[in-house]
């Protein structure tokens, strides 16, 4: 006769391997979503572009972004984290990367959104580079799951420019 230690082992080992093919079943599924997130950035004005004292150029500026990363949610999703990066070569880099704003997206019904806002990290190059430079925004996100592999991916919106001149 089995005792009741026994029986509630057994049930807990059984509901473990349920659980844990349910996991495998949800990560897996999630290979199935091909998602289709959209997105604009839109520069409504550079407020400000100096030099720094010691060298370093600044600019600080308004953007509006708009996107719809809803397709990105699946029941396996937990939230997504996003950032906009301005992208721009120099002659000592191929790929310079200045994060300028993130969040984190908790819900598929937050996910569709605009937001006006200024730069919430500092735009500096190392160096006095972005007078008339041309640079990318580029929405990064990684989705974070409940179970699973994070992802990562990214929309890229180029052909903006710097002011030739300090102001
Ligand atoms: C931002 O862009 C969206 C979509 O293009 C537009 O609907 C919205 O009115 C814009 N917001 C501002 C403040 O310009
Ligand atoms: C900016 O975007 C264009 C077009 O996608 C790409 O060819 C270029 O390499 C990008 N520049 C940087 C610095 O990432």
């Known amino acids: 006769m089995h005792s009741f230690g026994y029986r509630a082992n057994a049930l807990l080992t059984f509901a473990l391997t349920i659980l844990a093919l349910m996991c495998a079943i949800a990560s897996f599924s999630d290979n199935f979503n091909f998602p289709s997130p959209s997105a604009q950035i839109q520069i409504v004005?550079?407020?400000?572009?100096?030099?720094?004292?010691?060298?370093?150029?600044?600019?600080?500026?308004?953007?509006?972004?708009?996107?719809?990363?809803?397709?990105?949610?699946?029941?396996?999703?937990?939230?997504?984290?996003?950032f906009v990066a301005a992208e721009y070569e120099t002659p000592q880099n191929s790929l310079n990367q200045v994060s300028l704003w993130d969040a984190i997206i908790p819900a598929k019904e937050h996910a569709k959104f605009w937001i006006q806002t200024a730069n919430k990290y500092r735009f500096i190059d190392q160096g006095s580079n972005l007078r008339g430079k041309e640079f990318n925004l580029t929405l990064h996100w990684h989705v974070m799951p409940r179970t699973g592999k994070m992802f990562a991916d990214k929309l890229v919106m180029s052909g903006f420019r710097l002011p030739e001149e300090h102001r």
Request: glycine share 2%; charged share 15%; net charge neutral.
């Open 45 to 82: 004005k550079f407020n400000w572009f100096q030099k720094q004292a010691h060298g370093n150029d600044e600019v600080s500026l308004t953007m509006n972004i708009t996107a719809d990363l809803q397709s990105l949610f699946t029941w396996n999703t937990k939230q997504l984290f996003i």
